[in-house]
Every structure is written in C-alpha cells, then in structure tokens.
C-alpha cells in the first residue's frame, strides 16, 4: 500500500487574508506549506490556478498567483489554497482569502512593524504572524472601524506547539498508543521549556497546549512515573503565568479533567511522590487498604494543605489513590461572582473507582487549606463540577475555620478548594462613599468661603501664588474624588467584563487628577521654599503662574500618558477587581502612581525642615517684610 502524506487544512498558510484593491487593481496571494512534494493552486469560484514556487520560510515553501478584482461595488473575490499530493489527494485550506473592491471610507495606510494597506470601514486587515517571526504561524488582526485602526488581536502561535499538536493527534489515532506515548510526552515538556516565552505571551499557545494535554488525558493508556513527570512538568509550565489564562477559564477546567483522567491509570507500587524540579503542581499518592487511613500533605508557595481519607471508607481491599495540588489553579479556574478561591486547589482520585462506587453514607475525604489570604471571611468547602464547569458545595461541609486554614469533609472525589468572601467588603464600601461624600462637601465648601474672600486674602505675589495653589489642591482633589466615585460604581461590572473602556477612562482621571494634587502639593512647598530662600530675588506673577501650571497639571499628564501607552495595549494599566491601577507585582502599574506621590511627599518633607530651621535662626542682615512672612507661615 502507498501512503502519501497530505497536510492538514489548518497547517496550510494563505496571505494576506483580506486584499482591498482599486479598481482593475490586482493583488499577490501566497499559499505556503511545510516542504514536501505537493502540487499547490489557487480555486477561485471553479478555476484552478497552479501557483508559483516563491520563497522559503524555514519549514515552510511558499506559491503565489496573482488575482485582479472586477470594478464593481462591492465586488468580492474568495479564493483558496489547495494542496494535491502524487495520488490525486487533496486538503484545502481552512482559511480563505478575499479580496474586494476599495470603496466609500477607509482606514488610512500605516507603517508600523510591518505595512497595513488602506482598508475599507468594517473590515479586518490581517498580518501573517511569519513575517514577523519566522517560527510563529497564525495572524495579527488590525479592525479598521469608523475610519480609525483599532487594537491589534493577536492570534499568533508557535509552530512546534501546532505540529505538537498535530503529532498527538496522530499518535491517539494510531495502532501504538502505550509504546509512542512515552516518547511524545518527553518530546512535549522539552518543547514547553523551549516555548515558556511563547506560552506565557500568546494565548493561542495555551489553547494548543491544553487541546494537548486533554488529548492524552483522553487516550486511556497506561502511566508510569517517568511519563507522569513529563507530563506535569508541562502542566507547570502552562500554569505558571496567570496573565495568559485570561479569560480562560474553561481551558483550566479541561486541564484539572485530564490530569484526573491520567492519574487514574498511573501505575505504582506502595508509595509515589512528584514535586520535584516543578513549582506549582505536586502529586503524591499511595496503595491502602480498606482498614488503613490514607493521608497527604502539600507545600507549594507557601500554601498548605492535606488531604485524609479515614480507614473504613475505600471500596476495595487494595485502593490506588493519586492527590494532586495546584498552587496557581486558584487564579485559573472558574471564578465564583461573590467569594474567591482562596487556597490550593486539590483533586484526588482512585484507579478504576468513580464517584457512583462509592457508599456517600461511608466514605468520607478530609481537607485542610491554608487561607492565601486570611483577611476573606464566610468560606464554603466546594468541589469544581467539571461537566458544568462551575463550583457548588453539595455533600461538602465547613469543620473548621480558624485564622489560617479552613478544614473541609465531602463525601465523593475531584477537584476541591474554598471559595472566601470580602467579608465587610459591603460595610467597607459604605465608609468609602461616606468618607468621599464628606471629602466633596467640604472641598465645595472651601472653595466657596475661597471665593468669597479671593480679594482680600492676595494683598501681594506671595499672598497670591499661596492662594492659587490652594484652590488648585482642591479642585485636583474634588475632580479626583468624583471620578473615584465613579469607577467605585463601576467596579463590578469591570469585574464581570476586564476591558470595559468606562473603567479604564475612570482609573485614567482618577489617577492624573490625584497624583495632580500631590503636584500642587510640590509646587506649593516650592514656593515656600523659594520666597523664603530667596529674598533678594524677584520672579514675575507671569513667570511663577507658568511654572505652576506645568509641573501641577502638565507633568502629571506626562506621567498618565506615558504609563497608558505603555501598559494599555498589554491589558496592564486596569486591574482585573477595580477601577485603579493594576497591583500586579509583575507589571507595577501601581508604581506610576506610588513613587511619584512618595517622592514629592519626601522632598516637601526636606523643604519643611529647611523652612523651620531659616525662620529659627534668620542670616544675620536679612529683614523680610513682617507681612510676607506670615504669609509664608
């Protein structure tokens, strides 16, 4: 028999995606495929088209063929790629690419990494992620709306994930399963290692991994220790960068599913422990009888936990039991909208026993989690319901709550934790609004009594400068005040929806008009350093007005600006629970806000003990006018 290799639909690579062509105007279309002797085309409509070898791409040989569009309004082109191997076999491309008639309102052309052509209002333009990187597949999408570019959507991957990928596919079809397994399991941790980078930064690549680790959750083939060492050293890979997981929260569930699955047919004798050389998962498990208690304990980021099955409660005299612990699934998994997960997440298992084998009335698993967070209150011992992809607390109890662990009893198997809530989050948020309501009353107050005595309070430039500084501080902060208001009212729905642009517009003022007001705060001290140190020189209104106003108003929106367009297009200038700056000690968002208001508290510090000290012992000879200095005062 004759075995020819055709590639998959979605391994073939057509660009551009999307062509927008004036009138008569035509386009080059390129199809690439991983070399081999194939036959590539071009299908427009019915008519085939040979395509042109071209270039090579690493792996990748690439064909072009050249389509003119017809000068008709809305006129659109569909073509596709198809590969044809020496026995007449054919795959298509998954992908297909159009091009249309340019017409009506476009997104100007634009030169960034790479050129984007001027693309009609409501249409996509699609980069080939190989142009920028040689080893990625997939593409870059730049939506074109209401005449402007919008974000770009990355959507690429590595190519040794997807031929990874495609490999597991294959080797669960196949005849050889239990003896290819071991192999391709110590083939994918090199590879997860090799792609940590990719893995951490391009979603797709978790969609990829995950679709790999549940193809082998689903293969049913036996386990040995070495390949289970492979597999969860992949695993900890995967999780150990939380940012990527966005919005991924059902991948995480197919994750906890399939390690499951694989325990289940791990084979030991009396004992087995992994956790070495990994950081966020571990796995210990041991071969007990019916009388005998089994018993685990976890350590993993300074998180504990235990896991107790009491003697009596197995089904079978030799019982196989597998517990693995996650120490990042809590920021993973499916998120409960009122507690959050608040300790390791655990599953336990045993071989060839499911949940309807066991007596609910009898068997009996003990947990103990230490709080990652011990101010959350009200915890709830939950198990994940892995078909329904949520938490729930049937036949699970509280036992025990004590300052920094929670004890759990359930009465079946999987993946537990405890869910914890805000505790006085509601009575909290009630000072918050009470404190901010006094904080607006009476800063409306100040400026009223300030504008009502305005002309008698600047009797001269020092009297003046003070003045304005001090409506300044008030109205920074009434600004700042209100829009806190605002993004406290948005919190939970940014909670519920990460990108909504209303909070990211409330945490923008919020932050420039606040840290507005430690600038007035600096220019204020400034002054009175200034007026004071130097006597014997004089600064115009004008000059001082222009001084002021920049470093109050211009240097902080310098700072806002800067920190949006740097953390903006990476999802890392909002924080995922408020509407404020992101506390993620990896992107230190929050820092834009922190050293600037520490360094102007500091240096106004330095000027109060300067000031103190001149009006303590004045310099011999110097005589400012009595009036001045109270007002300095």
């Not at 991994?209 to 220790?225: D, F, R, Y």
């Not at 009353?441 to 009223?448: F, G, Y």
Request: aromatic share 8%; glycine share 4%.
């Amino acid at each position: 028999m004759d075995v020819v290799a055709l590639p998959r639909s979605e391994a073939i690579q057509v660009f551009p995606l999307q062509s927008f062509v004036t009138c008569g105007g035509s386009e080059v279309l390129k199809c690439c495929v991983y070399n081999q002797n194939y036959t590539v085309s071009f299908r427009n409509n019915t008519a085939l088209t040979t395509g042109t070898p071209s270039t090579y791409q690493g792996n990748l040989t690439c064909y072009t063929y050249s389509q003119t569009v017809k000068c008709v309004t809305g006129a659109m082109s569909s073509i596709s790629c198809v590969i044809t191997n020496r026995l007449s076999d054919t795959a298509t491309s998954q992908q297909m690419m159009s091009m249309y008639y340019l017409d009506g309102p476009t997104c100007n052309a634009m030169d960034i990494r790479y050129m984007l052509p001027e693309t009609p209002s409501g249409k996509n333009y699609s980069v080939p992620c190989q142009d920028i990187n040689p080893t990625l597949l997939g593409n870059i999408i730049y939506p074109c709306k209401d005449g402007k570019w919008g974000s770009q959507i990355n959507q690429c991957y590595s190519a040794t994930i997807f031929l990874a990928l495609q490999d597991v596919k294959d080797l669960i079809n196949g005849p050889d399963v239990e003896k290819n397994l071991p192999l391709f399991l110590h083939k994918i941790v090199k590879i997860a290692r090799d792609e940590r980078d990719n893995i951490a930064t391009l979603p797709k690549n978790i969609d990829y991994m995950v679709e790999i680790i549940s193809n082998i959750g689903n293969s049913n083939a036996t386990i040995t220790k070495p390949m289970m060492e492979d597999l969860l050293q992949t695993v900890d890979i995967m999780v150990n960068n939380d940012t990527a997981w966005t919005s991924k929260e059902d991948q995480s569930v197919t994750v906890l599913k399939s390690i499951e699955n694989v325990s289940k047919n791990l084979q030991f004798n009396g004992s087995i422990a992994i956790n070495e050389s990994i950081h966020n998962v571990q796995l210990f498990g041991a071969v007990v009888d019916k009388r005998t208690k089994y018993e685990v304990r976890f350590l993993m980021a300074g998180l504990n936990g235990s896991v107790t099955i009491r003697n009596g409660s197995l089904p079978r005299d030799s019982n196989k039991v597998v517990s693995i612990a996650y120490s990042t699934m809590k920021d993973l998994a499916p998120q409960n909208k009122s507690k959050k997960i608040n300790a390791l997440v655990m599953s336990t298992v045993i071989s060839d026993v499911s949940n309807e084998d066991l007596d609910k009335d009898i068997f009996n698993i003990t947990m103990t989690f230490t709080k990652s967070n011990e101010s959350l209150k009200n915890p709830d011992c939950v198990w994940l319901d892995l078909d329904n992809k949520k938490w729930t607390n049937s036949g699970c109890t509280v036992l025990d709550d004590s300052e920094k662990e929670v004890k759990c009893s359930c009465n079946h198997l999987t993946s537990f934790s405890n869910l914890m809530g805000e505790g006085d989050a509601e009575f909290l948020a009630i000072i918050t609004y009470v404190g901010i309501g006094v904080s607006i009353l009476c800063l409306v107050i100040t400026l009223i009594i300030e504008s009502v005595v305005w002309r008698s309070v600047i009797k001269n430039k020092t009297s003046y400068m003070r003045h304005v500084c001090l409506v300044n501080i008030c109205v920074t902060l009434l600004i700042a005040d209100i829009w806190f208001i605002i993004g406290a009212a948005l919190a939970p729905m940014s909670n519920a929806n990460p990108n909504l642009a209303a909070c990211a517009t409330a945490t923008f003022f919020t932050f420039y008009f606040y840290l507005s007001l430690f600038f007035w705060m600096l220019v204020l001290g400034l002054i009175l350093f200034y007026r004071l140190i130097y006597i014997l020189h004089d600064m115009s209104r004008r000059i001082m007005m222009i001084i002021a106003f920049t470093l109050g108003y211009g240097c902080p929106l310098l700072i806002a600006v800067v920190t949006v367009a740097s953390t903006a297009p990476n999802g890392t200038f909002v924080s995922q629970k408020i509407c404020w700056l992101s506390a993620d000690i990896k992107t230190k968002t929050f820092l834009a806000f922190v050293i600037p208001a520490l360094t102007i508290v500091f240096v106004n510090f330095i000027i109060l003990i300067v000031v103190i000290c001149k009006l303590l012992r004045p310099t011999i000879g110097e005589r400012p006018r009595q009036e001045e200095r109270q007002n300095l005062v």
